[in-house]
């Protein structure tokens, strides 16, 4: 079941408040875990929202390594999908994704497309060890598939979290625009210097802001329509 956006806002509203770290210090960092960047690993794999003539948002599954996943699943026991416990820790976790802007940068021709405030729908769920977060992150205005091509990059910036897509048949794309669009997947290939510095960063540090580190190792999808 996907849960009702007033749980999530909420949640969201009685977090604003506090101070919020990254996904990983907020919720999933535990002790013991490696003690160079990143410390968190999250398979994603993304779906567009489209009806024929517009991209209307992106349907995100991220599946948390299972040391990442240890204390959701602790906390959800043998608690059943659906139950409020799940419940309660979809909208935890999807409040602080939402305190990092779903961890996605849009652009279009240069200029960022803006989302909506609160996701369609969401939900956390087991898949044997792991926790996996699933949501659709909706645009705050349709874009015309036509035209210029869009890009988008999911990151944590902190490069805290190594979000990555394992290959391009992790992107997926309704029957219907198959034969007219296209999803290209760009992973960079940092130089040694810059892979050196990441792990040699220890639990506690945590690199420059100027430095955007987590971009550096960032895939970038390209979506081109015609």
Same mark, same amino acid.
Request: a neutral charge.
């Given at each position: /079941?996907?849960?009702?956006?007033?749980?999530?806002?909420?949640?969201?509203?009685?977090?604003?408040?506090?101070? /919020?770290? &990254?996904?990983?210090?907020?919720? %999933?960092?535990?002790?013991?875990?490696?003690?160079? *960047?990143?410390?968190?690993?999250?398979?994603?794999?993304?779906?567009?929202?489209?009806?024929?003539?517009?991209?209307?948002?992106?349907? #995100?599954? &991220?599946?948390?390594?299972?040391?990442?996943?240890?204390?959701?699943?602790?906390?959800?026991?043998?608690?059943?999908?659906?139950?409020?416990? &799940?419940?309660?820790?979809?909208?935890?976790? /999807?409040?602080?994704?939402?305190?990092?802007?779903? =961890?996605?940068?849009?652009?279009?021709?240069?200029? !960022?497309?803006?989302?909506?405030?609160?996701?369609?729908?969401?939900?956390?769920?087991?898949?044997?060890?792991?926790?996996?977060?699933? %949501?659709?992150?909706?645009?705050?205005?349709?874009? !015309?598939?036509?035209?210029?091509? #869009?890009? %988008? /990059?999911? =990151?944590? !910036?902190?490069? %805290?979290?190594?979000?990555?897509?394992?290959?391009?048949?992790?992107? *997926?794309?309704?029957?219907?625009?198959?034969?007219?669009?296209?999803?290209?997947?760009?992973?960079?290939?940092?130089?040694?210097?810059?892979?050196?510095?990441?792990?040699?960063?220890?639990?506690?540090?945590?690199?420059?802001?100027? #430095?955007?580190?987590?971009?550096?190792?960032?895939?970038?999808?390209?979506?081109?329509?015609?």
């Amino acid at each position: /079941m996907l849960y009702r956006r007033v749980t999530l806002q909420k949640t969201r509203d009685r977090l604003s408040g506090r101070s /919020m770290r &990254w996904l990983a210090l907020a919720l %999933f960092f535990l002790p013991g875990a490696a003690s160079a *960047h990143p410390h968190s690993f999250i398979d994603m794999q993304t779906t567009l929202v489209a009806d024929e003539t517009s991209l209307t948002g992106l349907k #995100m599954v &991220w599946t948390m390594d299972e040391i990442t996943s240890a204390d959701l699943l602790y906390d959800a026991q043998n608690a059943k999908t659906g139950s409020d416990i &799940w419940k309660k820790l979809a909208a935890e976790v /999807m409040a602080r994704v939402l305190s990092q802007h779903y =961890f996605t940068n849009f652009y279009r021709e240069g200029k !960022p497309v803006k989302y909506l405030d609160l996701p369609s729908e969401y939900q956390l769920s087991r898949k044997g060890d792991q926790a996996v977060l699933e %949501f659709v992150l909706p645009l705050a205005r349709p874009q !015309p598939l036509t035209g210029k091509p #869009m890009e %988008f /990059m999911t =990151f944590d !910036p902190s490069y %805290f979290v190594d979000m990555t897509y394992k290959d391009k048949t992790a992107l *997926h794309m309704p029957p219907a625009l198959e034969k007219r669009c296209t999803l290209a997947l760009l992973t960079p290939k940092p130089n040694a210097s810059l892979q050196s510095y990441a792990l040699s960063l220890d639990k506690a540090d945590a690199p420059p802001e100027s #430095m955007d580190l987590g971009q550096q190792f960032a895939q970038k999808v390209t979506l081109e329509c015609h």
